[in-house]
DNA sequence: CCACTGAGTCCAATTATTGGACTTAGAGTA
DNA sequence: TACTCTAAGTCCAATAATTGGACTCAGTGG
């Protein structure tokens, strides 16, 4: 994902391309932002539907996926005297989208905050600010235009009589 | 952005939060999908509806959007004999884009694809692959358990009588 | 003059979203 | 026992977005 040169059909094709998939599954605006919001530590139903002001049957819907997806459980769980409530804590497929999200989070305080970012993060043990970045095997962060892509396809196969899933 | 206790209301609220505009402005499917082509070089009306199989009024109004946001921008131009032609190229807004992609790359082949990566990127110099990383100030990449979240708030205003813009 | 291509626009049918009211069930209170 | 409260949803009618296809417009080449 470089700079390139006019090219008239993505090397990797959307039927090959699991940023494709991804994006199907969770790219639309309520998703993303309630994954957000679940990557701040918000867990529950009525908090989701007040701080992101999402229609109830909406949000319903999206958990429901998530859930499906992984990226989420729903977990019933009970405080002391307190009769059970859900819960929709993020698993480990869903923690791990902490790193794309954060690259994204410095995308947008640069472009669209001018600089502006409410939440960096840092090293516990020395204190440095931390940011997002390419790095080689050794930890080894890449210059620009040190940088090329490699493309590696599955063959495909010949394409008999009639068509492929879509 | 890191793995929290449960929290009623997110430590950055969506008014205050970069990552939630970049999401209102960028965040649905026909966008991000638009944009990964574009990353990968696409830059042609025509190329990106055959490509995406998007309606083409949809594509119409989201590259209008891209324009409009500065992350693409609208250019005609005219190959030797040919008539003048129209090519949606990333601004550099767009381009930076490549990183947050990237991330979201490496998320999708582990927890989708299961570990194919048609897409990886590679150091010329040392042929090593790359990985996104959070590294801090030095380079260094830094150990999961070592990060923490620093949230720093514009102090808000006593919210005087009637309501913020939304 | 005709056909072709690229870059769109226009439109009717379908689908999704919205905002609000309503439901359900357990716990605490009188 | 009867109320009340809260959390987690469901249901519904009005509005908005998306879809797929046909159509437009301009230059170019034959």
Redesign the interface.
């Known amino acids: 994902?470089?700079?390139?040169?006019?090219?008239?059909?993505?090397?990797?094709?959307?039927d090959?391309?699991?940023?494709?998939?991804?994006?199907?599954?969770i790219?639309?605006?309520w998703t993303?932002?309630i994954l957000?919001?679940a990557?701040?530590?918000?867990?529950?139903f009525d908090?989701f539907q007040v701080?992101?002001e999402i229609p109830r049957s909406v949000l319903s819907n999206r958990l429901a996926g998530l859930v499906e997806l992984?990226i989420m459980e729903r977990r019933e769980y009970r405080e002391d005297g307190q009769r059970a409530r859900v819960?929709y804590p993020l698993t480990d497929?869903g923690?791990?989208?902490?790193?794309?999200?954060?690259?994204?989070?410095?995308?947008?305080?640069?472009?669209?905050?001018k600089g502006?970012?409410?939440?960096?993060?840092?090293?516990?043990?020395?204190g440095?600010?931390?940011?997002?970045?390419?790095?080689?095997?050794?930890?080894?962060?890449?210059r620009k235009d040190?940088?090329?892509?490699?493309?590696?396809?599955?063959p495909r196969r010949p394409a008999k009589a009639g068509k492929q899933e879509k």
């Open positions: 994902m470089t700079d390139a040169p006019l090219i008239r059909r993505s090397p990797v094709p959307p090959q391309c699991n940023l494709w998939k991804a994006f199907g599954l790219g639309d605006r993303l932002v957000r919001s990557l701040y530590g918000v867990r529950r908090d701080e992101l992984g819960e497929m923690r791990a989208l902490s790193l794309p999200f954060m690259a994204m989070t410095e995308w947008s305080d640069h472009w669209i905050g502006t970012s409410p939440l960096t993060l840092r090293s516990k043990t020395s440095q600010r931390l940011r997002v970045a390419m790095v080689d095997e050794d930890g080894k962060p890449a040190d940088i090329e892509p490699v493309i590696i396809l599955p």
